[in-house]
Each structure stands twice: as structure tokens, then as C-alpha cells.
């Protein structure tokens, strides 16, 4: 991976994820013919539980052909109102090198060398920019961009005319994601280089699906975009957790044996009258190895952490329903609905009936 710094960071300022494990590279997409071939994961694993306690949406919503010289900035705040990206509320950016060769400059200027197959993911979705050399101002893309045949598929063709670069723009929406330990413990930016691992052959097949559902634009691409968007956020984030780049972060915490059989058990029954006694027989471990474990990888302990999870789930229902608190407040696992208050008041700084006033003016009250 190339780093140059037009404005050098101070060192920590700036943090990169290369994710590739041992094995030869894959110089591009087209190339992978085994893909296929790896049996996927049977999702039964702490990530993908956590993930699906989690409401994603998002789509690719960008088709891009880029020829030298060309310089294009991507601002996920200024794209036009017509386009998908516009409604997002809380943005994490995709990018998929589909071929061609260039720079990834991220918003402090930092910049590294992307090329076919690459993988970008950026959870915050800061301004970043897309060039071919140092020698063009940016432009904006949202201002390039052109409707394409499917009804949220939007295209973008710029350049000069030289080498050409095609890269497919996606994203995932969540509000509850940006919210959770799992996001908060990402680096700016995760670039996952193709090598020839059962990740990787997953991932490349996802993409590759995407690349081509993309050309065909047919009435069920949308959904089918949306899915594949998932897989390849999964998928990445299961890399990275397997990497344990970080032994004390949130990921690595799932991918724990004892911490995530237990995180496991929470987010499959989070209603339940826990003890940690109960998540120890879960995990399969003593009451003291599970407590010390947990809170030094999790940062809480494990019954401060099952009380958040329950008044993020009772905060999602109070934002899609009209059940009445009560009801809420029982099938969160409380005893009372002034437990439910109580609870919800401390964890959230606000009272669970204000919260869903709030949430439906469009204004979330916080601390």
C-alpha cells in the first residue's frame, strides 16, 4: 500500500486497515473463477448475530467511468435530492475498484494506491477524493453525476480520455450502527485487497454479482444490490475482526470464544432475566473469568452492557410502532414500566416518551 501525504499528519492522527491475509493477489476482479468454490459461513456467529440486530439499508447507487487526468471529490452530503445517497440519515461509503488503477486521497491527505478488486469501505463517510495524479483541482462529483437506467442507479463518466478506472459507489444507512460498539471501534478507512483466502472468495463473488447486477439495471437490481451490500459489509467486518488488529476492540470481542458465545446469547434473547451466573454457563467458562473477560474487551460489564441492548432494540420499536410503553417496557424484559423509565432515562438521557415524541419531529434530544 502507497501512503504520501500532501499535508503530513501528525503520527495517530490518521488510520489506515489494510486487510489482506497470506496468499497470491488477485490483480482483478474478472480473474477469480473460484469464488464460488469456498462453502459460505453459516451465519451462526456472534458478528452476523450483532449485525442483524441492526437495521440496515443502503444500495450501490453509483456506476462510475473515470479516464485520465481526473481529479473527483465525493461529498456524501451534496448529492442531488433525486439520488438514494440523499436520504441517508447516517452514511458508511463503499467502493469497489472494478478496473483501472488510481489514488484514494482521504479527507486529511493522506492518499493510497487502489486497483481492480480493491474493496473501499469508509464508515464515516468523510469527504475523500478520487484522482490519477497531483496535477488537476478536484471536482465535485455530485455535480456529474447523471441519471442511469435503473430508477436509483445513477452514472458518472469524466475524465480526459486516458487510462480508464471503473469503480461502483455504494452505501449503508443506519442510525442504530453508528450508535453501536461495533461501528464506533472502526478506522476511517478499511481497504480489503483480494488474495485467495475464503473471505476473499466471498467477498469477490459478492462484488462481482454487484458489478454485474449494475450493467443488467433489470426491476429486481435494487433489491438484489441492497442484499449484496449487506454480505459485503458482513464479510469485510468478519475480516477485520479475524485479523485481531486491535486484541481489545469491540470486533476482536466477537470473534473471543467466551465473550462472544455470551454476546451471542444476549442478542438472541436480550428479554431474558440474564444473570451472570447464566451468561457464564452460556459461555462455558466461571463467573469471574466471564466478568474480568468481558469487560476488559467490551469496556462494561456484561449485565451494563445487556441493559443498553435492550433499550436500543425498546428504542427502535418506540421509533416504527404506537405500542404503549407498558408493552414495551415488558418485552424489553422489565418488571414494571418504571423500570423501563428508569432505565431507558439513564441510558439514553431522556425519557422513553420524549424519545419517540422527538424521533417523530425529526429531532433527537441527546445528552
Known sequence: MVKTALNSPAPGDHQVIELRRPGAAVS???????ANSAPASDGHDALSEALRAIRLTGSVF????LSGPFS???KPDQFKAATSLAHARQVSMFHLIVSGSCILETDDGVRNAVSAGDLLLLPQAAPHTFRDNDEHEAVDASNLVRQGAGQDLWTLDHGGGGEAVRMICGFIDSREFLHTPLFRSLPPLLIDRPCDDRVSARIISAAREIAQQTEAATPATGMMLAR???ILLVEVLRRYASQQLFPQGRLAALCDSVVGRTLQAIHRDPSRRWTVGDLAREAGTSRSVLSERFSAMVGQPPIEYLASYRIKIAS????QTDDCLAAVAADSGYESEAAFHRAFKRIAGVAPGRWRDADRRGVRTRR
Open 228 to 230: 449484496l451490500m449487506e
Open 62 to 65: 453509483l456506476n462510475a467511468r
Open 72 to 74: 473527483i471529490m465525493i
Open 28 to 34: 482483478a476482479l474478472a480473474r477469480v473463477q473460484t
Open 316 to 319: 427502535e420499536r418506540l421509533r
